[in-house]
């Protein structure tokens, strides 16, 4: 992860995004397959917007955690 650099034209760059889906009153609505569905909708997207995903980490959603 280190020399994730991408150089393109006359730039160099490296941007990381943190995406954290949170719920109202912390109500456990999401289920492990549609995270699964979720995750498989965001590899695709960035493949086509060529980036990566990094981390996924559906299962502590699964739990009670404070982030």
């Not at 949170?22 to 456990?28: C, L, P």
């Not at 999401?30 to 997207?45: N, Y």
Request: proline share 0%; glycine share 2%.
């Amino acid at each position: 992860m280190k020399n994730d650099f991408v150089s393109k034209g006359r730039s160099v760059s490296d941007l990381k995004a943190h995406l954290v889906l949170t719920t109202k009153y912390r109500r456990k609505a999401f289920t492990f397959e549609m995270l699964k569905r979720l995750e498989d909708i965001l590899v695709d997207l960035l493949e086509k917007w060529d980036c990566k995903l990094v981390e996924f980490n559906r299962h502590s959603a699964l739990q009670d955690v404070t982030h």
